[in-house]
């Protein structure tokens, strides 16, 4: 009898504890928006937050916590409780914006990927007096002309600044960067005739080029997008196994649970992959990745060192 009372008694005090580990979530979600209202990544927060909270069944609530090229916002969500109650969608300047300044965390180490949702692409595009119909043009156009192509950019350590630089390093052409206060001032210069090409985010630069207001040469993307199927990438056209996108994803502070984490990806892939999801995604220029947290923690760790790699050769500074 005594023996019984024993062996039964650790179950009998752990039943209270097991009862007081409330099931998540236990409360409505903040998904922070690291960027003022209105742009891509703000679009794609509200787009998900009403279906993942029905999936969910508390609210998700986006915020918008602008600033530091989204650092103030991602740096608040770094600082809370792990408890998965307070998560954040961001872009690829989460590594960008650690490699060119300091900022009170680490992109890998103080994160938990949730989920890689999705790539934006950029385009080489082109003012249309420049006589280019390629980049093969492009290319011997600009070794031809020393500095006299300038490429726009919405600011230093943007994708498409990234991006620029990725193809100067490749070529050895000598282009000069434009950095900009945005990206509409940026193509407002392409198309008047300041600045000669620009690698533009998809999201911002497609209305334009089917307008006909710019002329595409190729995407950045690793394969062909079905925004602009007969537009090859810049890897087939002429620099083999260049690939890069403006990302977005879903991370928390480090520490998450996995059950939780393994949760949010599943739902808010679910959301994403659907043909409604997919549709609305393309015709923001967006492509769905997915995969799994692993994938996206692998993903960030080679993002990083090829960043990395770009802002050192091409000696970028925030300044």
């Known amino acids: 009898m005594k023996r019984r009372t024993i062996l039964a008694a650790p179950t009998l005090l752990a039943a209270p504890a ?45 915020e918008n916590r602008g600033g530091a090229s989204g650092a103030i916002g991602t740096a608040e969500v770094l600082r809370t409780p792990p408890d998965g109650h307070t998560i954040c969608l961001t872009i690829s300047t989460l590594i960008t914006s650690t490699l060119l300044s300091r900022q009170p965390y680490h992109p890998i180490n103080d994160v938990t990927p949730i989920l890689h949702l999705a790539d934006v692409g950029n385009i080489l595009v082109v003012n249309n007096a420049l006589p280019i119909r390629s980049v093969a043009e492009f290319i011997a156009y600009g070794r ?16 498409v600044h990234i991006s620029g630089e990725m193809f100067k390093l ?39 080029v089917r307008s006909g207001a710019v002329r595409p040469l190729a995407v950045t993307t690793a394969r062909r997008q079905a925004y602009l199927p007969d537009i090859p ?16 994803a879903f991370v928390g502070p480090a520490g998450m649970p996995p059950a939780i984490v393994e949760r949010l990806n599943r739902e808010i892939l679910a959301i994403a992959g659907t043909a409604e999801g997919r549709a609305r995604l393309l ?3 967006a492509e769905v990745i997915g995969g799994t947290p692993q994938e996206f923690a692998a993903f960030l760790r080679v993002e990083m060192e090829k960043i ?10 925030a300044e």
């Open 283 to 285: 015709d923001m220029g």
């Open 144 to 159: 031809a002309n020393p500095g006299r192509l300038s490429f726009g950019s919405p600011g230093i350590g943007a994708s």
């Open 308 to 317: 990395g790699r770009v802002v050192r050769e091409a000696r970028i500074s």
């Open 170 to 208: 490749a070529t050895g052409i000598d282009m000069v960067h434009v950095p900009y206060r945005g990206g509409g001032p940026a193509i407002a210069d392409l198309m008047g005739g300041q600045i000669q090409c620009m690698f533009g985010n998809a999201s911002s630069t497609l209305p334009h």
């Open 233 to 248: 990438t810049i890897a087939e056209a002429a620099i083999p196994g260049f690939a890069i996108a403006e990302w977005y």
């Open 18 to 62: 097991a009862l007081a580990q409330p099931a998540w979530p236990s409360r409505p979600i903040r998904l922070v928006v690291p960027w003022p209202p209105s742009g891509t990544t703000d679009i794609l927060a509200r787009h998900i937050a009403p279906p993942l909270s029905q999936a969910l069944g508390q609210p998700v609530v986006v």
